[in-house]
Structure formats: C-alpha cells, structure tokens
C-alpha cells in the first residue's frame, strides 16, 4: 500500500512541537496560546453539576438552545446585532472546527482563498482539502496592516473565499472599521465569501473597539464569523466554539458540521450557557485583564535585547530577537527553549514565503509570577 499524502507540505503543528520540547526541557511554556490559570470556579461548578445530573449524551447537533440563545442575547446587548438561534448559531467543537467547515461549505476544486501573512495554521490545510488553493498576501511590519490596493491585484472570479482575521494570531495586529469598508467595496462584485476569524474579540487594548464584520451589514450578508470560548472563558481545552453566518451559508455549514464531528460536547455546553446567563457582562473585563498583562510583560522585558512590536490585540507579543542572534527563527525558537529554558513561537511557519526577519512570539496569559520567572531569563539572554 502506497499513501499519497494529500498534504505533503504539512508536517506537526509548530503549536504541538513547541510545547512537547518545552515539557522535555522543563522550559517555560510562552508558545502555544494558553492560560496557566484556572477559569472562574463557578463555570468549573456549572459543567460538574450538569455532568452528574444526567447531562452526558448527544446535545443537538446544532449545539443547545441555551447556548445558542445565550450566545444571541449576548450579541444583541453588546452590538446591537440580532442573529437568529435557529437558523444562524451552530456550536463547534472550537473555532478550528467552524474554520474547517466553513471553508469546506464554500471552497471547490480550483477556487482560490486569499489569507494575509503571517496567517493562523489551520487556513491553508483546511483549503487545499477542499481542493482550493491558498494566495497569501503578506502584512506590512511593524503593525502587520493589510494593504487593500494589493489585495485588488489578485481579486477576479476565481476567488471564493478572503479570509480575515481580527485581533490576529500571530501578528496581534488589529482591523479596524475603515479596513472592513475596504474588503466590502473591493469584492462588492464577486461571488467571494469572508472568513472571519474572531477568536480574540475580547483581546483589543488601548481602548480600542473590536471591528466585527457582524456588524458591517454588507459583509454579514457574505460571511462565516468564527468564535470559540476557550479564549473568552480561559477554557482553551474544552474546545467549544461557534460560527455566525446568514441562513443559506449555515445551511452548508451544518451540512459538513453533522458529518465532522456531528456535535460537541453536552456538560461543556451547558456549563457556558448557564455562565453567559449569570456573568453577562464577564467579557467585559477581559481587555483590561490582559491588557495588564501585557504592559507587565513589556516593561519586565523592557532593558532585555528584544525589541517588541507593537501589540494591540490578542495574548501574544511579538520580539525582534537580532539583536542577540542571526539564527533562523526556528531554530532560534528551538535554542531558547533547550537552552534558556523560554519556549517560544517562531513567525516563519505562518507564511507561505517569509521575510527575511528575526521575530519570535511570546504568549502571555500566564500569572503574573510566571511572567516575572520568564522575565528573569529573558533579561539575561
Ligand atoms: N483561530 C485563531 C486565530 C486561534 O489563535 C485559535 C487558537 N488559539 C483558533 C482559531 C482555534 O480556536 P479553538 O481552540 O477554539 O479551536
Ligand atoms: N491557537 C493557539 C496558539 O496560537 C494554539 C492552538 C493549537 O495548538 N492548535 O498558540
């Protein structure tokens, strides 16, 4: 038997290969994305409750009505946005999941997907499985905005799919209203969908609102928004998210969703939807809460040989490490993890072609105690 790799290029998520070298060296883990912090114990409460009263098999396959309607009200209060339970929400098994299907529901065989560089990894896999081919239009540093003339360049009838994503991962660069203006006038006449990756909408500092393109009606009439709760609620391994479209665009989604992973799991849902019923306003506070640990993160690193990018969104800050190296990034990222004992991202694996820089990314939603421990090593490298 022959297997004929369908994604050759692809090899183990750098997220997973970072973070198995930092546990062999005992190094501490900034590289993949993660809270070190429990979430609130009333949700720990809500999902051991649900789970011993019965609440252990197949929700529907759409996700709960609790949650979904929850995830609506919500929506509504925050934005003004009014988006239907039934016909709108579906609950994933995370963000990656909704990612998936949502490209799987739109992209054919010779379609094209444009994704802006540095992307998050899952967009370009998801694409070629659907039989699509990726463009990859790079960001300008340092504050990594996409350049819209550019974008222009490469727009006909092939393209089916921009994806976007706001605060973004890896970059921690922003989108703003004016940026979502641009997209809705540059495909105005194409039949061409938007992805748009949400994760961290609560992640946006300095005062700054998040730019949803749920609330752009031009674009909400053409896109997937994706959100997951693992970001929100520091629950990264509960793995639930969920994906806002129009009626007809969530129709195919649950297509691909009920035949993927049918649903997502039952106690975990209405753990959330009783959380978003008791802490309606818990988000609110979450800006403020990294954001001072993003300024903790800046100024302890602040006389170190990094230099740091700007960061106005996410739990991610960049670091020009020249300075102290002319490594390649990875190899940078896999010497500071064996042998400073600081695991780290580095930026190449998120470009189809990457410039010739010497960034590396540091995650820091971790305690305060565990920044000042890294801190200590970083000064000193
Ligand atoms: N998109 C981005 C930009 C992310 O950073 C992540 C994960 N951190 C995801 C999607 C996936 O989210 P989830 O863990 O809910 O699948
Ligand atoms: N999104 C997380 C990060 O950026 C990782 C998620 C994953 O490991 N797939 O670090």
Avoid at 37 to 45: A, G, K, S, V
Avoid at 260 to 273: E, I, K
């Amino acid at each position: 038997m022959q297997i004929q790799s369908k994604l050759p290029d692809v090899g183990t998520t750098i997220f997973t290969v970072m973070s198995k070298m930092a546990q062999e060296h005992g190094a501490i883990n900034l590289s993949q994305g993660y809270p070190d912090f429990d979430p609130d114990p009333e949700l720990i409460e809500r999902l051991m409750h649900h789970a011993r009263s019965g609440r252990n098999q197949y929700p529907p396959m759409i996700g709960i009505l609790e949650l979904r309607r929850a995830i609506s009200a919500k929506l509504g209060r925050r934005s003004e946005i009014d988006v239907d339970p039934e016909t709108e929400i579906t609950v994933t098994s995370g963000a990656t999941e909704a990612l998936f299907c949502a490209v799987s529901a739109v992209v054919r065989p010779g379609d094209r997907v444009i994704v802006f560089d540095p992307a998050y990894d899952s967009y370009d896999p998801a694409v070629a499985l659907a039989g699509g081919e990726t463009v990859h239009i790079p960001m300008a540093l340092p504050d990594y905005r996409i350049d819209w003339d550019e974008l222009e360049k490469h727009l006909d009838d092939r393209v089916r799919m921009i994806i976007i994503n706001s605060p973004s991962n890896p970059s921690s660069g922003i989108l703003r209203p004016d940026d979502l203006d641009r997209l809705a006038q540059a495909i105005r006449s194409l039949n061409c969908f938007v992805l748009s990756d949400e994760v961290y909408e609560h992640i946006v500092f300095d005062g700054e609102a998040h730019a949803s393109v749920l609330t752009h009606p031009e674009l909400r009439r053409r896109s997937f928004a994706v959100f997951s709760f693992g970001k929100t609620y520091h629950v990264t391994g509960w793995k639930i998210g969920y994906c806002i479209a129009p009626p007809e665009l969530t129709g195919e989604f649950r297509k691909i969703h009920q035949f993927n992973v049918f649903t997502t799991s039952t106690p975990m849902q209405w753990a959330l939807a009783d959380f978003l019923e008791s802490n309606p306003g818990n988000y609110i506070e979450l800006p403020a809460f990294y954001q001072a640990k993003r300024d903790l993160f800046r100024s302890l690193v602040a006389e170190s040989r990094f230099e740091l990018l700007p960061c106005a969104g996410t739990y991610f800050q960049l670091a020009d490490y020249s300075r102290i190296s002319d490594m390649k990034d990875t190899e940078f990222a896999s010497w500071i993890t064996q042998e400073k004992g600081i695991a780290v991202i580095p930026l190449s694996p998120f470009y189809r072609s990457a410039p010739d820089t010497r960034i590396v990314r540091f995650c820091f939603a971790k305690q305060d105690e565990t920044l000042a421990e890294a801190a200590r090593i970083i000064n000193a490298i």
